[in-house]
């Protein structure tokens, strides 16, 4: 059975591909959609730079909020396990580090997953969204 990390692991894996595939499309469809519209924006046109410009702001302020918010999460998580890891070596016990490497990579995970997930979310629904329009 797969451990959480490599599961979380494998998830962002399949999302960055996912976006990897995605955005290209969306890019060549825009790109193309300004080489066709020329000087003269239609109110088709205008709607839909408005909305690329718009969709980004929104995801990557969702994406920077999201991983803010991880971060502080991890951090709170990572003082406590190292407070703890102090406290059994000074009661004799061995330090854990080799969990507390295990929680920084899985604190790193999320935190990356978290950035991740919005942009990701907008580029894949903008790739089916664009492939089903008709350039004009």
Known sequence: ???PRSRKAR????QSAELAAAVPQVVAHRMARMA???????????KEFERMVAEKKTAFGEA???MATQTVRANQALAVSLLQSFWRSSMGGKPATQ?????MQNATLGILGKGLAP???KAVANAKRLAKTRLR
Request: aromatic share 4%; glycine share 4%.
């Open 1 to 3: 059975m797969p451990t």
């Open 11 to 14: 998830s962002i894996a399949m």
């Open 36 to 46: 066709l519209a020329g000087p003269t924006l239609s109110p088709r046109d205008r």
């Open 64 to 66: 920077w909020s999201a």
């Open 99 to 103: 969990a507390l490497a295990a929680q």
């Open 119 to 121: 942009v990701h979310r």
